[in-house]
């Protein structure tokens, strides 16, 4: 995926116009193609982060673990609200804090 973005920028106007001006091939792909490769990587990465966060629920409640997955399931089969709102709320919080740091940098 950052082969085929960093190939994409490599094309683009302004990264030949920094070529053409003299710039050195590393500062070249450093400086601009990889930074510019960098972003839609990273919100990639960022809903990946969202789902392995929301599957590690399968994970637990398949190996038997404890952990926030079987807190949860065992909140959802007692009806037990103010727990489940808690655990929704903490992957709500998780998941917005990935991709405000994603959109930032």
């Known amino acids: 995926m950052v082969r085929a973005q960093v190939l994409d920028t490599i094309g683009e106007t302004h990264v030949l116009m920094t070529r053409a001006l ?3 091939e590393r500062a070249v792909f450093g400086r601009f ?3 510019l490769a960098w972003s839609p990587v990273a919100s990639a990465v960022a809903l990946v982060f969202g789902y392995s966060l929301v599957n590690t629920f399968l994970v637990e409640s398949i190996f038997d673990w404890p952990g926030l997955g079987s807190y949860a399931a065992a909140s959802i089969s007692t009806l037990d609200t103010p727990a489940i709102l808690g655990v929704t709320l903490f992957i709500a919080l998780v998941y917005v ?3 405000l740091i994603v959109d930032v940098l």
């Open 97 to 99: 804090i990935a991709n």
């Open 22 to 24: 003299g710039f050195p």
């Open 33 to 35: 193609a990889m930074k």
